[in-house]
T-cell receptor
């Protein structure tokens, strides 16, 4: 089946630094990638939708300058958390539509200290 | 009113029990209904999907959709400790299209005790 490989699975960084999370579609072309954030014991919150070759669409309230999304190819989408702060600590998950459903990456646990 | 309502539980059952999980929704445009299982600190994995109303069975899992009542269910028969996870219902207006996002329930935390 279609697989989305997400890396890293966990990362710890210092406040003020930037962190890049990668999602690769391994055996299919992902023209679209959804990026989610999940807090403990809560559901997934859609942050943005990236489309290959065009600008990402951000959900209301998500800072586009803090969460930079790039979808440079049909198999790679990246999320960069810039100038990270402790409140950015969360679980980040990517997802690609694979008709008729959606497949998810394994998630990245980000801890900002 | 939220678009998708799901009782977050937690739900604790003995091994072998039948588990019933459900969600209600308000958007009548939803046509594709999915159930995902999420283990702690992992990404969601697809369990079942159903298009429009009806039932679908896969092994110990049965998904039901009643569009007239805007109500979907997931039944797990002969539950096992390995079924312990968070179960998320999700739905969309279209299948896999970039313009149609998934809307999730809050997730139900299930524990199956040996």
């Amino acid at each position: 089946g279609a697989v989305v490989s997400q890396h890293p699975s966990w990362v710890i960084c210092k406040s003020g630094t930037s962190v890049k999370i990668e999602c690769r579609s391994l055996d299919f072309q992902a023209t679209t990638m959804f990026w989610y954030r999940q807090f403990p014991k809560q559901s997934l919150m859609l942050m943005a939708t990236s489309n290959e070759g065009s600008k990402a669409t951000y959900e209301q309230g998500v800072e586009k300058d803090k969460f930079l999304i790039n979808h440079a190819s049909l198999t790679l989408s990246t999320l960069t958390v810039t100038s990270a702060h402790p409140e950015d600590s969360s679980f980040y998950i990517c997802s690609a539509p694979v008709s008729p459903t959606y497949t998810f990456g394994s998630g990245t646990r980000l801890t900002v200290v | 009113q939220k678009e998708v309502e799901q009782d977050p539980g937690p739900l604790s059952v003995p091994e072998g029990a039948i588990v019933s999980l459900n969600c209600t929704y308000s958007n009548s445009a939803f046509q594709y209904f999915m159930w995902y299982r999420q283990y702690s600190r992992k990404g969601p994995e697809l369990l079942m999907y159903t298009y429009s109303s009806g039932n679908k069975e896969d092994g110990r899992f049965t998904a039901q959709v009643d569009k007239s009542s805007k109500y979907i269910s997931l039944f797990i028969r002969d539950s096992q400790p390995s079924d312990s996870a968070t179960y998320l219902c999700a739905m969309s207006q279209n299948s896999g299209g970039s313009n149609y996002k998934l809307t999730f329930g809050k997730g139900t935390l299930l524990t199956v005790n040996p």
